[in-house]
């Protein structure tokens, strides 16, 4: 018996993920709900979806089990506590909310319903961060140093989503504070290491382009700032940097960095096939050397040179497809089957066979996202990307954000605290730690 599931927001990003869920093996109905109401009846026709709505609170009322958020941003916290409330799961796109106060109280709500909360951070499901988060869990980057998460988009891949949403008036909301949008950066650090962020000291590009986005009196957030770049204090002694750019020549272009002990994970930007993407290298000692923390005597101060090896493999041009060398324990039915824009660093296995052949995106992820969170529903246990996951993702850049509007003044962020030992969790999960 699966789950009916109703979809809020079916514009640009939200019908994409409408067929996924409607396909998916523990979901029995879905439901579509948007304010254009037009817009719903569209994406029900071309899916065979039955029921439409015109609101969210119209989908609270409904016989629903649980909510998709893909609505604008900055209502994402807000909403996620009314349908909380409403005895509603709740899958909400990034981010989780805007401000401390609106993480706070979402954080409580979990608490108080009982009831399942994901965020779809895609970062967290990328080959790159799988990759390095099996690394680091295997002891293989020894201890935690440092890390690079970055979002470089630029302003003019924005310019179509935020008119097609915010018609006459998208500039107030284009101007979104780039550190309110962390989670594509922090996921990249925290979904490797699962600490904390806990001091930050972050500095601002005052925006001066002729499109005027940035002008503190048309900005909803009265915000000045299209670029933002913030070091933080990690709570296991390292440190990491994070930048949030909306006016870069670098136009989209995400990236992260792991250096431990012992290991280390780069990205470099290349051009490969005529395509601009990244160069994936692991780099770590000889074998044995370090590996229990402490330099053996024979080869203290002696030159000991790094081995490199480049896994170009991550890389989600590619697909997996299934055949008799890689098919495990799955079932026969997998045979002959592909699984788009995945790379072999991602979790395949896991996926129901109905997802096979079927339009992916955001770096192979989308698949992942949706199956994490009505596997969760269903078993009744917590998805990796939680509430008190999300709010580690979220509250870096909060604070982030003021300390640029004090002018890079060091702040600590607050801890919302750890999953109750009670609660179960999917075996995907892993603990979160101090």
């Keep these: 018996m699966g789950i009916k599931l109703g979809l809020c927001g079916v514009g640009q990003f939200g019908s994409a993920f409408v067929s996924l869920f409607k396909s998916h093996p523990g979901v029995d109905e879905v439901y579509l709900a948007d304010l254009v109401r037009d817009r719903a009846t569209t994406r029900a026709a071309e899916n065979g979806i ?25 209502m994402h916290g807000p909403q996620a506590v009314q349908a909380l409330k409403a005895g509603k799961h709740v899958y909400s796109a990034v981010p989780s909310a805007m401000t401390l106060e609106e993480l706070e109280e979402l954080v409580k709500t979990v608490e108080e319903t009982g009831l399942i ?16 988060r099996n690394a ?6 020894g201890q935690f140093v440092y890390g ?30 780039p550190m309110l949008y ?14 904390r962020m806990t001091e930050v000291s972050c500095f601002g590009y005052v925006d001066h382009h002729i499109d005027g986005v940035f002008d503190p009196q048309l900005s909803l957030w009265g915000n000045i700032f299209s670029n933002e770049t913030a070091l ?30 012992h290991g280390c994970y780069q990205e470099q930007p290349r051009e490969r096939e005529g395509l601009l993407s990244n160069v994936f290298s692991w780099l ?30 991550l890389c989600v041009f590619n697909n997996v497809v299934v055949t008799e060398e890689n098919i495990g324990d799955l079932p026969k039915e997998y045979l002959g089957k592909t699984f788009q824009g995945v790379s072999p660093f991602q979790p395949w296995q896991q996926l129901p066979v109905e997802f096979a052949d079927r339009k992916n995106g955001h770096e192979g992820t989308h698949v992942f996202l949706v199956n994490d969170f009505i596997r969760s529903v269903n078993a009744q246990k917590l998805p990796p990307n939680h509430v008190w996951q999300a709010a580690r993702y979220n509250a870096p850049g909060i604070v982030a954000h003021e300390s640029a509007k004090r002018d890079g003044e060091k702040l600590s962020i607050p801890d919302f605290g750890m999953p109750p030992t009670s609660w179960a969790t999917m075996d995907e999960t892993f603990p979160l730690q101090p």
């Design 284 to 313: 770590d000692f000889p074998a044995g050397y370090g590996a229990d923390g402490t330099i053996p005597y024979e080869t203290a101060g002696k030159d000991v040179k790094l081995r490199m090896t480049d896994h170009n493999d």
């Design 136 to 141: 680091f869990a295997a002891g293989k980057f």
């Design 232 to 261: 933080f204090r990690t709570s296991d002694g390292g440190m990491a940097r994070v930048n949030e750019f909306r006016r870069t020549a670098h136009s989209m272009m995400d990236r992260m960095t792991i250096t431990g002990t």
């Design 148 to 177: 690079e998460g970055q979002y470089h988009h630029d302003m003019a891949h924005f310019y179509k989503s935020y008119m097609y949403s915010g018609k006459e008036q998208w500039k107030a909301t284009a101007s979104c504070p």
């Design 50 to 74: 039955a029921k439409t709505f015109g609101s969210l609170d119209e989908l609270c009322k409904s016989d629903c089990d649980a909510i998709a958020l893909f609505t604008q941003r900055w």
């Design 117 to 132: 909360y994901m965020l779809g951070e895609t970062s967290y499901y990328r080959s790159q961060t799988t990759f390095c």
């Design 182 to 195: 962390p989670t594509h950066s922090t996921a990249f650090i925290l979904g490797v290491t699962f600490r």
